[in-house]
């Protein structure tokens, strides 16, 4: 415990860390100069070391998470049966025959048709029986469980969301010098059709679209040996570094439009640029002899140019190419699946582009998305074959330009420019790491470095196209001259090729020329002078030069450019000897100008002659008057233009920086007064009020210079804040202005909208400076002297480590010990003081009132340890001072101060790291490090701050965000405190912080997350346990003499001690003392869980940082040992309080994600859409019925206890349980175990209910699953991993380089950045990340997943036992034993690895064992239920899930067999368990099952001890009998695909069971479970409806009670065929028989159970009325029970189902029925079957003929089945005997007239129904349809033998009958249908105008074929011979005329309701209305006599009715 007992070191290493340098040796000034003190300080910044301040164990917990990459390697592969591949090699689909069962009663199947003693037993489990004493078995148990454990539960666990991991500080990247995205351009070859001249060429980008030039030039040559040497005499000497011919270009902002050119010059020669290229464009090299004499003339003239005129060039051609459209058709080209698309290479460009904070500029945004991968394309080689010739007029870069955006828009220049013949080749490849032998752009030679000599490669530097915003960060001085044009126009003299030789020269004497202009290519590396290329005869010519100059160090007024202008006379004329050089004249540019750099635009005026003396101290425009006087071309006037750019790191080009580095540097010493600043003098008295404001000027400068000097701005304006100043004899104090400036420039920086800030809003420049840069301002100069024998110098005071050999490091390291920057690898010889300091604190602390701990702490700091501090007392501290700063700040100042305060902070901390470490640690206490008014200004910047936060959380809502900021960068400050500091004080600042945050008036829920956030920082400290822990006293885990308490009694143990132990578990004012951190976190905690916030943000926040900070024990590797672990455990008991408490916000939903493959079979979507059969209603009575989903257990147990349920998200409730899982798996065990012995018992029963929650919430979703995750999820998680590694790959050292080689993401990712840059990649690839998601990523995941899962699910086991192994000393053993059981028999229920399942199923074991008769007795259902349970895994596919089942179910039974009631009723259960499987499970493996009974028998046979009982016997025929109904299984499985069939044998193995209740009852169970499956509600509520009156019977025999129903007979009104339940008669039930009608149904609780279950199943059905019917038998029992919560919940039932037939009434689809018959032998004893068969609402009579055809077919092929397609009589000998035959006809219900008096509702017409009837039309002539005069109608009635609705969806036809309809009735019948229509949509409430205008249009219509009318006209037209028809005539009659009437209605109906547009349409209708009616009136008035002639007698034979005499064949028909 050593390691945690003590405080440690704070192991603070303050380290220089040599600068990375990308060069052999760091760009600095040449040797020898006194440089001034600007560019000294610029150097000193740019090579001085980076200082970094570290702790140790900073981060430690953290660093484990990297580990897990490898993870899956060490796990084993966890079995899970969901995994398992079932081999389905499915039968083929038999033949349905029912042979076997076409008995239809009776028992059938009792012979065992398999005989199982054939089957080999599988393996059996070992030492079954094997133990001497319970606690034996115990401990072989915990063995087995305990061994092979992972122990890290953490590192399992998916880290939680991070967009709450605020303790994570991104460190920011090493500062470096920066570069775009770099291109290797490789110049392979220029040829031309001739090859007679040396040429050179020049390469450079150009961008297009911001028209400008973006690299430097790049010179390259690929002449031969040859026509080198032919230029011998003009290059003295060639250095290597000239030979280049690959250049590497850099591009930071890539736009489309980036082309780059290519310019070829050559020797100068006589003639224009045309009369030059001539020959290149009209000879060939290889062409005939004539040609031949002209190449070699041509050579010859070439020669002698060069050797004349080698050093003067001409234009030639240029060519072009848009590396874009390279770039971009490149990585088109790619293969795209290829990953590294969008990772690149080792480092992508968008990783490179996150570093350096940059212009979020539009032009950025809308870049066309290909290319923004510039790092990524393939390699590509461009030919370019088109070359321009120079147009000499047309040289300047504008024209340049021009021709490229003619080039983009037609691919070619217009005007015709004349092309070359020739090509160009190039290789161009993305660049990641830098090839060997390449030189910088000061040809400075880059790592890595080549062995031999070869041909090096340059980098050639950018000129980006907007600002980038990096630092500078090395030495550069380059100046660029670009000379532009002459204008010699109005010259007259011969000056036409024009040449300008240009110098650099630090004086006047022709000897000060300086080396320093860089040379072009095979040539010198530096020259002295350069003449720029030539345009023939040209008098104002334009030129292109680039010249490049490395600026010396130090510059004077001395140093100028000099041009001299050259006329170059190109022929040797006779008179002129040598040279060809005529003088034009001279111009110059100084190139300081009033000590400022000179840049930009000029225009000069040439001087004529010589120079004068001096002239380099003036302009030439402003040179004072000469004598003699100067000679100027064109009168003085600027005619020469030129540009200077300088690419410098020395030279501010600003003027506000200028001005304030030159007057500090003035301040330093050395300076003269009055000082010159620009234009204006400074005295000595005035230096300080202009440095004031120059101090204050500065934020005002240029956003890109003041980044450009960011860190040496900020360095000296720290120096200045710490250095007395004086001035003119007087100390002026710059502090408070040089502080102001600061604040200032850190708020425009954090404003800036170019510059990007990480995560937690801090920017990312001032963040590297402060990390990386920022180190004490060095002590004044004038104390130096005075003191210096205690200060070391700034060298020496911190451990360096640079690049050195290993026994310099050792050295180092033994200083460093010895100065005490202490280092982690050596033991500290001396105990620290602060230890005592601690003890001290603890024993006053011991003594003191209890109220606060830290009272005492600050008593004890006020007298401050003086003595022990070494550093002089007068020396000014920086951290003082800055204290001292933030206190005394006001106004805009102050409140910019503590906005971004996290700068502030970090500089002190860091400051304050120094001062520690210059210290001499063993001679200064902790609290005597820093003075008492520092203390005191730190206290008042914190509460400053809080209040700040509080302030803006109360005024302005909309800043939030900033208080977030500004509370999170607070928290850090104390981190860092905690480890500078005194701890005491520290915590005394925290206490302030917490009383300050709760005193505000803000939401809780914004307080308690700012709280939360504040302290999860805290404690994320790497010394936090040892800060909590430290206050606990050795003695408080109690002792406990050994695991297993069974030897204790209860009363031994004191109350005093057990209410101790309870109390360890709570979150008690005395813990909160003790561990103070902890108690605020858990006090957090607890107030945000019992909050109600938005969305539980709140909630999530306190669970993540609970969770997080236990993950970082957890993989901390000071932590390993289970001692420590169980004593960091202890520190979180009380969070296990307080996760019991909250069970009721858990989620329980946790397991419902997975639907998948619960163990109850079925398919996911089934169990998704349909509530499952036993509902929570039913579970709350019965505890836990058979086939719960996991997740109705849950619920149920909530809705039992009335809670609220569920307010947290399941993940978050998921990272809650974890929390609690982890501190159950490490406290200690015996601890635990007396808590659950003291524990109340509703406490107990809350502990299981959470166990419960965790076995559903851990459970293993499966491989498959995976795929299933949203990419939501995905895209936040990936965020947050970006995030989480952002921050950790900060980190030096080896966990950042292991996270590096880890991951291939982008990892750099800035935090907006990230944002914008991910968009652009999706449409990279539009693929959801899920599926790059390889499959060994997935399996790896489901390996994790799945040990994740087996280790929570073992805690809990774990737990459980310890619970059980408690039992002997609890006072209520049964109800414990059952409350363990029912979680075990939940965590069964889910999806377990085996290794669990073996180890639960050993523990099943052992409570079989050891409370065997406790079990049998009292837990009747659990029984139930565990013998379901146990049945189900022998029958699993996985070997070693299938023999722990075995070895379990043999020993249920055996241990029940003692008592014999026990045995039977195991036996029972047993038997109902298989049959409920049997019949639920589709994917049921019987082959399995069988081989498990073997098992057991095996087992049977083989245990010794009960051989000469009767148990095996009785196993024996248990088995029998199991098998028997496995039988049934097999039947079941053919009929698997015709649900019909499957029914109707379901229904009868259940009617098989008619003797045996409690089967019968499973079977009616399973029928119901495969009904609700189908959607056929109503059939499976009638399932439950007989299996209540089966119940209903057996209670009536039991007892007589008013309020129970009377058998079943009381059931009739649901249905009548209920009473088929009324056979179970007397002598079957004799209720004392043990093991009979033992289940948990048989009870009056049962019987409600299954009633509210039909109930629901009716509602779904839509049968609304029948809910009701149901109700009315259960509320009586209701009522007798006093439930009125239940009554009440009922009667809301009741109230809904009527609210729906009022809402639903008419709208209601019933079924739909058909009559099916078989015929054929091939049916078996289906042949010559009829059937009613009910299809759901809307079913077409194609959809069952196509599902009942697709079936059989498959059954006897497709060939053997005919569909017959009319619904005539069969007549079975026109059949084919060898085929099937299947007729389908629509029947409809059928009703008498008597019965529709009762039934007037849709649902009574649709309710209780027998009767089905079917019409067939015929002729007499024998075709089916004829003219009205001779269509027949034959009706068909068919009687089933129950009615519908049913317990199965075909009913068989026992009954037919039909009579025929005359062609007159076939008539009326059609009048009176039409009537009814009419008037039915004449008066609906709600008129359907389409519908009635389609029924008019019917009736009324013009040409209605077989229309009424034709009707009229066939019958009505005279009167009928025969007198039996007089009454048909006469009802036709009737019936026309109620039509005509209807019609009328109509029509009138129908104006209402027509729109205008149909006005025309309603009078044709009125219209064909009236022609109707006229028609028909004649044939309506005329009446027959005889009908109405007086009746004077009656006879009887008249009164005959209607109805029967349509019966009566009429005799003529017979005849």
Known sequence: MQELGDFPDDDLKVEQVEKECRTVRHSVPEDGLELDSHVRDCVKSYIQPWLLVSRRCQGDGWSAYSEREGLHKLLRKQTFESDVEPDNTRKPVKSPTLEGLSNDSGRTLTSSDFNLRCLTPDQRVEGLLAFSSHEELDRINQEARHGNRHPELFALYPPADEEDAVEIRPIPDCPKEHTGDRILVRCQAIKFEIDIEPIFATMALYDLKEKKKISENFYFDLNSEHLKNILKPHTPHVDQSTLARSAIFSITYPSPDIYLVIKIEKVLQQGEIGDCADPYMTLRECESVKNKDKLEKLRGQAETFCQRLGRYRMPFAWATVNIMEVISTATMERDVTDSDSLKGGKSSSIERRAQFPRRNSERYNTLDDQFCNVSAFKPATITISTIFKQEGDRLSDEDLLKFLSEIKKTSTPQRRVKTISGSIKLDMSPIHDTPLACLSTELIPLIPVAEKNIRPIKEVLEFPSSEVFVPHNIYRNLLYVYPQRLNFVNRLTSARNISIKMQFKSGEDPACSLPVIFGKSSGPEFLQEVYTAVTYHNKSPDFYEEVKLALPARLTERHHLLFTFYHISCQQKQNQSGSCETLIGYSWLPIVNNDRLQT????????????????????????????????????????????????????????????????????????????????????????EHELKLSIISLPSSRLEPLVLFLHLVLDKLFTLIMQPMVIAGQTANLAQIAFESVVSIVNSLHNSQELIRDQLGRNSLLATYLYWVFRLPDPPRDMQNSDSGSIPSAESRYSTMGRATAATVGSMLLHSRIRSSSNP????????????????????????????????????????????????????????????????????????????????????????????????????????????????????????????????????????????????????????????????????????????????????????????????????????????????????????????????????????EQQRILGLFELSQEFKQQHYLTGLLLTELSAALDMESEGGKVQRKAINAISSLLCSHDLDHRCIKPEVRAKVAALYLSLVGIIIDSTNYLDFTVSDTRGGKNKTGGTEDDLENVPPINQSVAMAIAGNPFNTLGRNALVSMASMQGKSVATLAADTSRHLLACFLWVMKNADRSLIQRWTVDMPHSQLNKLLELLTICVSCFEYGGKQSSDKVSTQALQKSQQAKLQLEEALLGGMGARGEMMKRVGGMDRTMGHRENLRWRKDLTQWRQTNDKQDKTKAELDQEAIISGNLATEANLIVLDLLETIVQAVPLAECKDSVVGGVLRVLLHSLTCNQSSTFLSHTFST????????????????????????????????????????????????????????????????????????????????????????SLRTILAYAEEDTEMQNTLLPSQVDELLRNLNSILSDTVKMREFQE???????????????????????????????????????????????????????????????????????????????????????????????????????????????????????????????????????IIIPVLEAHRDFRKLSSTHDKLKRAFDNIILKGHKRMFGTYFRVGFYGAKFGDLDEREFIYKEPGITHLPEISHRLENFYSQCFGEE???????????????????????????????????????????????????????????????????????????KTILTTMHAFPYIKTRINVIQKEEFDLTPIEVAIEDMQKKTRELAVATHREQPDAKMLQMLLQGSVGATVNQGPLEVAQVFLNEIPADPKLFRHHNKLRLCFKEFIMRCGEAVEKNKHLITFDQKEYQQELKKNYNRLRENLRPMLERKIPELYKPIIRPRLENRDSFKRLSFRRAPEDNS
């Open 825 to 1056: 690898d050596i033991p500290a010889p001396h105990t620290s003081a602060e230890d005592a300091e601690v003890k001290s604190i603890l024993c006053a602390q011991g003594h003191n009132n209890p109220g606060s701990r830290m009272s005492t702490i600050v008593d004890l700091n006020n007298h401050q340890n003086s003595t022990g501090s070494t550093r002089p007392s007068n020396r000014k501290q920086f951290h003082e001072e800055l204290a001292l700063q933030m206190v005394v700040s006001t106004g805009v100042c102050r409140e910019n101060a503590y906005k971004y305060a996290w700068f502030f902070f970090e500089l002190l901390v860091k400051s304050m790291a120094q001062h520690v470490s210059l210290l001499e640690k063993d001679s200064v206490p902790r609290r005597g490090r820093f003075s008492d008014r520092f203390k005191d200004d730190i206290t008042t910047i914190v509460s400053v701050v809080t209040a700040e936060i509080g302030t803006i959380l109360v005024k302005q809502h909309k800043e939030a965000e900033q208080a977030e900021k500004i509370n999170i960068s607070l928290a850090f400050f104390l981190y860092d405190l905690l480890s500078l500091m005194d701890r005491g004080f520290v915590f005394q600042l925290v206490k302030n912080y917490c009383n300050q945050m709760s005193a505000k008036s803000v939401s809780m829920p914004t307080l308690i997350s700012m709280r939360l956030e504040f302290l999860r920082i805290l404690c994320s400290h790497e010394h936090y346990l040892n800060l909590s822990l430290f206050f606990s006293s050795p003695g408080s885990a109690p002792a406990s003499p050994c695991p297993s308490i069974s030897s204790q009694t209860s009363s031994s143990c004191s109350f005093q």
């Open 600 to 687: 930009g635009q000029f225009c000069l005026p040439i001087a004529l002659e010589r120079l004068p003396v001096n002239y380099s101290l003036h302009t030439p425009e402003k040179l004072p008057l000469q004598s003699p006087p100067v000679k100027w071309m064109e009168g003085h006037k600027g005619i020469f233009n030129l540009e200077l750019q300088a690419v410098s790191s020395v030279h501010t080009q600003d003027n506000h920086l200028e001005r304030f580095f030159t007057l500090c540097h003035a301040l330093e010493g050395g300076a003269t007064f009055p000082l010159r600043v620009r234009e204006e003098k400074i005295p000595e008295n005035k230096l």
């Open 1404 to 1491: 099943l074991r052992a409570l079989v064992v050891k409370f065997g008769d406790l079990m049998f007795e009292e837990e009747a259902e659990q029984c139930a239920d565990l013998c379901q349970k146990v049945l189900q895994y022998c029958s699993s596919p996985v070997d070693e899930n299938r023999s722990q089942a075995c070895a379990t179910l043999y020993l249920i039974m055996r241990y029940s067999y003692s008592n014999a009631s026990n045995f039977s009723r195991v036996k029972m259960q047993v038997t109902m368990s298989l049959a409920s499987l049997v019949g639920k499970s589709s994917d049921f493996q019987e082959e399995y099952l069988r081989r």
């Open 1760 to 1834: 053997a089945l005919i569909m017959i397609k009319d619904s005539t009589p069969v007549d079975r000998k026109q059949l084919n005997p060898s085929k099937a035959y299947i007729q389908i006809t629509f029947v409809e219900p059928f009703f008498d007239d008597y019965e529709m008096k009762d039934r007037l509702t849709n649902f009574e017409k649709n309710f209780n129904l027998r009767r089905f009837m079917y019409t067939t039309p015929f002729t007499k002539s024998g075709r089916p349809r004829g003219e009205l005069y001779e269509q027949y109608k034959r």
């Open 1538 to 1672: 015709d649900p019909e069939m499957l029914m109707d044998l379901m229904y009868r193995i259940a009617k098989g069971y008619q003797t045996s209740p409690d089967l019968r009852l499973t079977w009616l169970q399973n029928m119901a479970e495969k009904h609700n499956n189908r959607k056929c509600y109503t059939e499976s509520a009638m399932c439950l409806v007989h299996a209540a009156a089966l119940v209903a019977e057996y209670l009536s025999m039991l007892e007589d009670h008013k309020y129970l129903p009377i058998g079943s007979v009381t059931f009739q009104n649901i249905s009548t065929n209920v009473l088929e339940e009324s056979a179970v008669s007397d002598d079957i039930l004799s209720p004392d028989e043990d093991g009979v009608c033992s289940g948990r149904y048989f009870t009056e609780s049962g019987l409600v159970g299954l009633l509210e279950q039909a109930a629901e199943l009716f509602s779904n059905g839509s049968l609304f009325e029948t809910v009701n019917e149901v109700y009315k």
